[in-house]
T-cell receptor, first 117, second 114 residues
Framework: AQTVTQSQPEMSVQEAETVTLSCTYD???????LFWYKQPPSRQMILVIR??????QNATENRFSVNFQKAAKSFSLKISDSQLGDAAMYFC??????????????FGTGTRLQVTL | ETGVTQTPRHLVMGMTNKKSLKCEQHLGHNAMYWYKQSAKKPLELMFV???????ENNSVPSRFSPECPNSSHLFLHLHTLQPEDSALYLCASSQVLVGTDTQYFGPGTRLTVL
C-alpha cells in the first residue's frame, strides 16, 4: 500500500517570502501522479499543482513549483512571493497511474501554513 | 469554484435520524468519490463510482449507504450514525481515461452527530 508523509504539521512564512513544504511517499509502483491540494478555512479542497512521475521536469503553476525527486520519493512544494491568501492547510496526495479506472487519492496529514505580515 | 456542489453544507443529526448528503458535478466527469475528513486524520476514501458503478468500498460501515443514479449525482444516505461519524464529508469527481484523472472537490458537508 502507498503512504504519504508530511512531517511538518505547521509552517510560517512572511508575506513576500518563499517557503517550502515537504512531502515524502512510499510506493513500489513506477508510474503514478502526485498532487498538492490547498484547503483554506472555507474547507474547499483546491488543486494547487500536479506532477506526472514519468516526467522529469518539475511542474510549475505561477508562484507554485515542485521539487520532484523520484529516486528519493520526495515531492516538495515551493511557494514564492507568499501572499496572505496562501494561508491554508496543504495536503500532498498520491494516485496510482492505473489507466481506465477511477483510482483513489492517498493523502498526507497536511501542513498548516501561516502567512504573517 | 462551482464545478462540484454539495448540500447541505452543515448538518446536525441525532443517532436515530436518517438523512442524505447530496453531491452534484457540473464538469462532465464520469467518476465520483466520497471522502471523510476527521480531525487530525488524513482524508479517507469511502466510496468510488466509475461510470455509475461502485468500484470501491473502503470497508465503510453499512450505516453509510451510497447511491449514484447517474454520472452527475452522488448521494450518501446516513442512518443510525455514531458520534464518531462527525466529520467533514467531501465529494469529488474526475474524468477517468483522460490525462492525470485529477479529482476536483466540492466544499464539503460538515456533519455533527449528537
Amino acid at each position: 500500500a502507498q503512504t504519504v508523509t508530511q512531517s511538518q504539521p505547521e509552517m510560517s512564512v512572511q508575506e513576500a517570502e518563499t517557503v517550502t513544504l515537504s512531502c515524502t511517499y512510499d510506493t513500489s509502483e513506477s508510474d503514478y501522479y502526485l498532487f498538492w491540494y490547498k484547503q483554506p478555512p472555507s474547507r474547499q479542497m483546491i488543486l494547487v499543482i500536479r506532477q506526472e512521475a514519468y516526467k522529469q521536469q518539475n511542474a510549475t503553476e505561477n508562484r507554485f513549483s515542485v521539487n520532484f525527486q523520484k529516486a528519493a520519493k520526495s515531492f516538495s512544494l515551493k511557494i514564492s512571493d507568499s501572499q496572505l491568501g496562501d494561508a491554508a492547510m496543504y495536503f500532498c496526495a498520491y494516485r496510482s497511474a492505473i489507466s481506465g479506472t477511477a483510482s483513489k487519492l492517498t493523502f498526507g496529514t497536511g501542513t498548516r501554513l501561516q502567512v504573517t505580515l | 469554484e462551482t464545478g462540484v456542489t454539495q448540500t447541505p453544507r452543515h448538518l446536525v443529526m441525532g443517532m436515530t435520524n436518517k438523512k442524505s448528503l447530496k453531491c452534484e458535478q457540473h464538469l462532465g466527469h464520469n467518476a465520483m468519490y466520497w471522502y471523510k475528513q476527521s480531525a487530525k486524520k488524513p482524508l479517507e476514501l469511502m466510496f468510488v463510482y466509475n461510470f455509475k458503478e461502485q468500484t470501491e468500498n473502503n470497508s465503510v460501515p453499512s450505516r453509510f449507504s451510497p447511491e449514484c443514479p447517474n454520472s452527475s449525482h452522488l448521494f450518501l444516505h446516513l442512518h443510525t450514525l455514531q458520534p464518531e461519524d462527525s466529520a467533514l464529508y467531501l465529494c469529488a469527481s474526475s474524468q477517468v481515461l483522460v490525462g492525470t484523472d485529477t479529482q476536483y472537490f466540492g466544499p464539503g458537508t460538515r456533519l455533527t452527530v449528537l
